[in-house]
């Protein structure tokens, strides 16, 4: 067996030939999480501002790709984020995705890393109040929290990701990565 983790947004993925790829190994888990992040900021004519980074557009974007190119999508699992990305707001009222960002939000306090948050510390901030807002366009969850935004997924954003996969006859699903959700 060999499993090829690919990725899915049109930037990296036009440096793959994803067909052969395909051809070559047993399946292809496809990293439909990490569409926008901070580093946003550095990137050539793409607005600097907090975008969610597993949006449900993105996703339906690769699988166009994907197909186009030739792919057998029974052959490939979806990616499923278990984390989420952060942002610092240049105006800390802003609501929402689209604010204007300069940075990765501040450090969790175990993840311990700029721009990013495991699910257990969002599940943290949400168990002391702090309140989540669904987009339903991209399936994504946001918050604003002391001048950072916050883009992650919950149980039926999640859901829905797997249920877009079944209908366009995704292999499966996967997660990235188990060790970001503490045990019950």
Known sequence: MSVAATPAGYWFLRGFEIDKIAASVTY???????????????????????S???????????????SRAGVDMS????????????YRLVN???SGYNCAMNDGGAK???????????????TDLLSYGAT???????QTYWLNLAGDLITFDRADTWNFKTRLAAQTCFGGTFVWSVDQVLPS
């Open 132 to 138: 989540p807002h669904l987009d339903s366009t991209t």
């Open 108 to 122: 969790g306090p175990c993840s311990g890393s700029t721009g990013y948050l495991s699910q257990f510390e969002i």
């Open 52 to 66: 969610p980074h597993t949006s449900i557009l993105d996703i339906q974007d690769s699988i166009l790709l994907y």
């Open 28 to 50: 292809i888990n496809m990293m439909s999480y990490d569409y926008h992040g901070q580093w946003d900021k550095n990137v050539d004519g793409q607005p600097k501002v907090a």
């Open 75 to 86: 052959k490939v699992n979806l990616g499923l984020a278990w984390y989420g990305r952060t």
């Open 92 to 94: 800390p009222t802003c």
